[in-house]
T-cell receptor
Framework: KQEVTQIPAALSVPEGENLVLNCSFTDSAIYNLQWFRQDPGKGLTSLLLIQSSQREQTSGRLNASLDKSSGRSTLYIAASQPGDSATYLCAVRPRTGANSKLTFGKGITLSVRP | DAGVTQSPTHLIKTRGQHVTLRCSPI?????VSWYQQVLGQGPQFIFQYYEKEERGRGNFPDRFSARQFPNYSSELNVNALLLGDSALYLC?????????????FGPGTRLTVL
């Protein structure tokens, strides 16, 4: 059974710091991995999608990497801002089961202090 | 273009009642999935529908059911509500059936069962 882990559960950093959020998964048989942002009480905003054949994806100040063989992904946020404060979830699409099924971690709650 | 829309935004029910949640996918998207997110946890997969047919079901009791309409909108129904059904219910749409399609989530419906 695929399990996704995100540690630590919460992180607080000063504004301007570059930071890395980690995600690990137990089964490397995945189609892709997706990073999401969730503001309190809100839905999920897709940040980056990395297909299993890719190593990384970039969007603005965000860069996500994928090491499928070791079951790890990182989300790098450059020059963090208070507006980046949110919960960041990673999710994998396993190669078994329903095509649409995403398996999520519990998320990392990020607080960027002004 | 409008994103995924869900209604209602919030809902309060009592134990034993029935609830219907609605979702409209992004225009042109034919696949809809439903997820349940309990406070402090990552979303859990409930159902996937594509072209009006159920294509996947998560580990939820038969009290949960769903359907997709010819215009690709979808309903999630929950019977005999329990306190534990209190959660944020998220709908996600994607272009098609391929697991490589990116998932886009709506704002969610917050269900409170008293």
């Amino acid at each position: 059974k695929q399990e996704v882990t995100q540690i630590p559960a919460a992180l607080s950093v000063p504004e301007g710091e570059n930071l890395v959020l980690n995600c690990s998964f137990t089964d490397s048989a995945i189609y892709n991995l997706q990073w999401f942002r969730q503001d309190p009480g809100k839905g999920l905003t897709s940040l980056l999608l990395i297909q299993s054949s890719q190593r990384e994806q970039t969007s603005g100040r965000l860069n996500a990497s994928l090491d499928k063989s070791s079951g790890r992904s990182t989300l790098y946020i450059a020059a963090s801002q208070p507006g980046d404060s949110a919960t960041y979830l990673c999710a994998v699409r396993p190669r078994t089961g329903a095509n649409s099924k995403l398996t999520f971690g519990k998320g990392i709650t990020l607080s960027v202090r002004p | 273009d409008a994103g995924v829309t869900q209604s209602p935004t919030h809902l309060i029910k009592t134990r034993g009642q029935h609830v219907t949640l609605r979702c409209s996918p992004i225009s042109g998207h034919k696949s809809v999935s439903w997820y349940q997110q309990v406070l402090g946890q990552g979303p859990q997969f409930i159902f996937q529908y594509y072209e009006k047919e159920e294509r996947g079901r998560g580990n939820f009791p038969d009290r949960f059911s769903a359907r997709q309409f010819p215009n690709y909108s979808s309903e999630l129904n929950v019977n005999a509500l329990l306190l534990g059904d209190s959660a944020l219910y998220l709908c996600a749409s994607s272009l098609g059936w391929s697991p490589n399609n990116e998932q886009f989530f709506g704002p969610g419906t917050r269900l409170t069962v008293l």
